[in-house]
């Protein structure tokens, strides 16, 4: 009997150990975690769960037209009978964004597999909104929706808000600043570097 706990703790747990080192930066590695959740909890896993949120989702005329681009992350607690408990949006994109993600997650009720332990019923996916041609960080999202630029409006790169922040930090501006930091961190909510120059020009207006 211990023979076997012992092949199972290796099959099951030596690849997470030695995956951990695999991973060059904390992005793929969240993903990497993210990914064998689904493998586990959804029914098909994650490409079918990819699957599933590609067919379902649309991205609306009103967030296209706006530029709305983002990662919004949305946190989900799935019982372990397979229950969506709750759904909570962090970093909410709005313009109709959020209620696409809230209502496919809630479209795969019974599509989610059983479990015995409760560590694997809360967890994230960053699902990323963006616009075909538009430059912006696509590292950190677990599931990307790219629509079509609308004809004759162009919207503008992640490095347009960088150069426009720095501006008016320099300008000691601090509102504008603010503001174009907001539509950076709004486009990456991961990046460390966006929340402390917020924080700083908050400490010191």
Partial sequence: MRYINILFVLYFFLPLLTGAQEYSNVSDSRKAAIKSILDYRYKGGFYTFEKDFNNAVTYPETAKVNCRIGICIAEMIIGCDGEIVEVTLKNPL????????TNFIYSTEGKWNTCTDDRYTRFEVPIQFTIEGVETNTEDAMLIYSAEAVPGLGCFDD????????????????????????????????????YDMQKQLLNNP
């Fill in 94 to 101: 709005k313009l109709g964004i959020d209620e696409e993600i």
């Fill in 159 to 194: 490095s347009y808000y960088r150069e426009k922040a720095e501006k008016y930090i320099q300008k000691k501006k601090t509102k504008k600043a603010l503001q174009y930091l907001g539509q950076l961190i709004r486009r990456n909510p991961y990046s460390t570097e966006y």
